[in-house]
C-alpha cells in the first residue's frame, strides 16, 4: 500500500507562484511513475503532468504547458510541482497519483490540496 500526502496549496494572486509537494510511503517509490491532476468546482478531474520512473520523461497539459514543472526526489520519496505565473482558472484541488511499475492505471491518489488564485 501506498500512501500520498500533499501539501503546498494556498491563495495566491494571479501572475504568483506556489510549489507542492507530494510525499509517498513505500521503498519502492523510485518505480512509479507519478503525476499530478486536479479538480475545480463543478467540473471534471483532469491530468495535468507526469513523470515516468525510467528516464525521468515529464509531460504536460496544453493548459499548463511552459508554466508548470513537474520534478522529483528520489531520495526523498517526494514529486512536486512547481506553478509559475498562476491564473485564476488554475484554481482547483490539486491530487498527485502513483502508478506502480507494470501497472497501466493510476493506483494510488492523495487526498488533494486547495490552489486559489485570485485576480
Known amino acids: 500500500q501506498v500512501q500520498l500526502v500533499e501539501s503546498g496549496g494556498e491563495l495566491v494572486q494571479a501572475g504568483g507562484s506556489l510549489r507542492l509537494s507530494c510525499a509517498a510511503s513505500g521503498r519502492t517509490f523510485r518505480t512509479y511513475d507519478m503525476a499530478w491532476f486536479r479538480q475545480a468546482p463543478g467540473k471534471e478531474r483532469e491530468f495535468v503532468a507526469v513523470?515516468?520512473?525510467?528516464?525521468?520523461?515529464?509531460n504536460y497539459a496544453n493548459s499548463v504547458k511552459g508554466r508548470f514543472t513537474i520534478s522529483r526526489d528520489n531520495a526523498k520519496n517526494t514529486v512536486y510541482l512547481q506553478l509559475n505565473s498562476l491564473k485564476p482558472e488554475d484554481t482547483a484541488v490539486y491530487h498527485c497519483?502513483?502508478?506502480?511499475?507494470?501497472?497501466?492505471?493510476?493506483?494510488?491518489w492523495g487526498q488533494g490540496t486547495q490552489v486559489t488564485v485570485s485576480s
Open positions: 513523470i515516468r520512473w525510467s528516464g525521468g520523461s515529464t
Open positions: 497519483a502513483a502508478s506502480p511499475r507494470g501497472s497501466s492505471s493510476w493506483d494510488y
